[in-house]
C-alpha cells in the first residue's frame, strides 16, 4: 500500500515547507518536492492512494510521554483503559503514548512490568512504550533497574510526594539516582514534598476546609520549589540527568532554569492544565466541582501568574515539552470519594486527545511558533525518551505517523462528543481554532474526516533507545 499526502505544508521541528509524503506500508519513503515526477511519470498515479493536505498542516504524529491508563490511584482506577485511551489519543493526533508501569513497595519490578505489559498487549490503537515507576527503592528494585535498558525501559519515576504509596525519602533517591546514572537511565521527578503537603492537608481538613479547592492550598508552590530544588540538588550530586514530571509553579521552573544555565543535564515538562486553568476558577468552583481538576501538581493562583509563565518557559526552553499526564477519574464513583474530605479525591485529569489542538493555541495566540508545537508535542518528546527517528519526525525510513491538522478547522471540547472514557471534561466549552484532520499510524489511516478507522492491538510495543538528551 503506497500513499502520497500531497498539497500541505510540511511543518517539522526546524522549519516548514510545501512537500508532499510518500508513504510505503508502515513507513516514510520519501518527502518530495510537490510535484514530483518519478521517470517521468506523477507520482499520484503510481501511487494506491492520495491525500489531499491542500491549504493543511503535515505534521508528525503527538507524542505523549506520560500517561496513567487504568492506573490503580486513590483507592479506584483511572478510567480510560489502553484500548479507549489509546482510541482518544488517535482521535487527538497523538500516534505514541509512553505510560507508567507500576512498581509499589514489596513488589518485583518485573512483575510490575509484566502486568503492564499484560494491561496494553493487543487493546492499543496506537504505539506504545514504558517508563518504570519505583514505588518502593530497595535493594531488590535496584538490582531490577538493571535489566530495564534490555526490555526497552530507558526512563524511570520517583515519587518526593504520595508518603505511603509512590514515596521515596532522600535516601532512597540518592540510592536510586547513582543506579540510574550508572546504567544511562533518565530519572523523572514528581517532586513535590510529600510529608510535609500531608501536615497541611490534615490542618485544613480539620479546620473544616475540605472542598477541592483546599488540595491546592495544601500542596504550596514552595512544596513544589523545595522538591525541585532538592531533586536538583540530588541529581548534581550522583550525575544523574533529571527530568522533572508536570511542572506547574514558576518557581519550579526558576529552579530548572538555574540548574540549567549552571550546565546541569536537567529539563521539565509542564502539561496543558497547567497553561489553561487555574486554582481561583476551576478547583475553587462552587460545590464539588473543583474535583474535576484535583490533580498534582495542583493548578496554581492566576493572580500569581503561574500560567503565563509556563508559556513563557515553552518559549524559552526553559521547559522542554507538554505531555498530559493523562489520569481520568469520572466524578461518579470515582471523584466523589472524596465528598467530604479533598484527601480522598483521586488525582488526576484526562487530556490524552486535546494535547495538540491545546498547544496549537498558542500558535494561534503567538506565543509559540509552529515549529515549536511540533517539538514541544512530538519531536523532543521523542529524543528525550528514545525513539526519535522512528518517531518525532516526519522523514524518509520514519514510522509514517502522520497528522494533517487543518487551520482552518474550529472545534468545541466537550465530554458529550470526546472519546475519553470519562463522565465529563476539565475542558468542557473551550472553543479551539484548528482540527485533527487525519491521523495516521504506521501507515494505517485510523482517523479521517470524523470518523474512526482504528483497532485494538494495531499498535505496538516499542522498545526505546536511551535518550538522546544524556550527555
Ligand atoms: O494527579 C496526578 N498527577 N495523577 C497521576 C499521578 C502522578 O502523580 O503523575
Ligand atoms: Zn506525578
Ligand atoms: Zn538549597
Ligand atoms: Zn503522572
Redesign the pocket.
Given at each position: 500500500m503506497t500513499t502520497l499526502i500531497t498539497g500541505g505544508t510540511l511543518v517539522s521541528a526546524t522549519g516548514r515547507g510545501a512537500a508532499d509524503v510518500l508513504v510505503d506500508g508502515e513507513r516514510v519513503a520519501a518527502v518530495l518536492a510537490p510535484g514530483s515526477t518519478v521517470l517521468g511519470v506523477d507520482l499520484p498515479a503510481r501511487v494506491d492512494r492520495v491525500i489531499d493536505a491542500t491549504g493543511k498542516y503535515v505534521i508528525p504524529g503527538g507524542v505523549d510521554a506520560h500517561t496513567h491508563m487504568e492506573l490503580p490511584f486513590g483507592g479506584t482506577a483511572a478510567s480510560d483503559t489502553f484500548e479507549t485511551g489509546t482510541r482518544a489519543a488517535a482521535w487527538g493526533g497523538t500516534t505514541t503514548i509512553i505510560d507508567f508501569a507500576v512498581q509499589r513497595a514489596g513488589e518485583r519490578v518485573q512483575d510490575g512490568l509484566a502486568a503492564w505489559h499484560a494491561k496494553a498487549a493487543g487493546n492499543c490503537a496506537i504505539d506504545y512504550a514504558f517508563h518504570q515507576i519505583i514505588g518502593g527503592v530497595d535493594d531488590d528494585s535496584l538490582k531490577a533497574m538493571e535489566g530495564l535498558v534490555d526490555e526497552g525501559i530507558t526512563s524511570y519515576?520517583l515519587?518526593m510526594?504520595y508518603p505511603g504509596v509512590f514515596y521515596s525519602d532522600d535516601a532512597q533517591i540518592v540510592r536510586a539516582m547513582q543506579k540510574a546514572a550508572d546504567l544511562g537511565l533518565l530519572t523523572m521527578m514528581?517532586a513535590e514534598n510529600g510529608p510535609a503537603i500531608d501536615v497541611l492537608a490534615a490542618q485544613l481538613v480539620e479546620a473544616g476546609k475540605t472542598a477541592p479547592y483546599y488540595h491546592g492550598v495544601a500542596r504550596a508552590w514552595q512544596l513544589e520549589e523545595e522538591a525541585t530544588h532538592r531533586a536538583i540538588m540530588l541529581a548534581d550530586l550522583t550525575r544523574a540527568p533529571l527530568y522533572v514530571?508536570?511542572v506547574s509553579a514558576k518557581q519550579a521552573v526558576a529552579q530548572l532554569a538555574a540548574a540549567r544555565d549552571a550546565g546541569q543535564n536537567v529539563f521539565g515538562e509542564t502539561c496543558p492544565q497547567y497553561l489553561y486553568l487555574s486554582l481561583e476558577e476551576q478547583l475553587g468552583a462552587p460545590g464539588f466541582e473543583g474535583a474535576k481538576w484535583v490533580c498534582?501538581t495542583p493548578l496554581r493562583s492566576r493572580a500569581e501568574g503561574h500560567q503565563d509563565h509556563m508559556w513563557r518557559a515553552l518559549r524559552t526552553n526553559d521547559l522542554q515539552m507538554v505531555s498530559t499526564?493523562h489520569c481520568p477519574f469520572c466524578m461518579t464513583g470515582q471523584k466523589d470519594l472524596g465528598l467530604g474530605d479533598f484527601r480522598a479525591i483521586p488525582n488526576g485529569i484526562g487530556s490524552v486527545e486535546h494535547r495538540m489542538d491545546l498547544l496549537y493555541q498558542g500558535v494561534v495566540t503567538g506565543q509559540i511558533t509552529l515549529e515549536r508545537w511540533v517539538e514541544l508535542t512530538s519531536t523532543t518528546p521523542a529524543r528525550m525518551f528514545g525513539l526519535y527517528g522512528a518517531k518525532g519526525v516526519i522523514a524518509p525510513g520514519a514510522d509514517a505517523d502522520i497528522v494533517v491538522y487543518d487551520p482552518a478547522g474550529r472545534t468545541t471540547i466537550s465530554a458529550a462528543t470526546h472519546h475519553m472514557s470519562m463522565d465529563h471534561s476539565a475542558w468542557e466549552g473551550f472553543e479551539v481554532d484548528g482540527a485533527i484532520d487525519l491521523v495516521m499510524s504506521r501507515g494505517r489511516v485510523v482517523v479521517e474526516g470524523g470518523a474512526y478507522h482504528g483497532r485494538p492491538g494495531h499498535g505496538r510495543y516499542l522498545k526505546r533507545g536511551l535518550s538522546q538528551y544524556l550527555v
Open positions: 519515576k515519587f510526594a514528581h514530571v508536570h498534582s499526564d
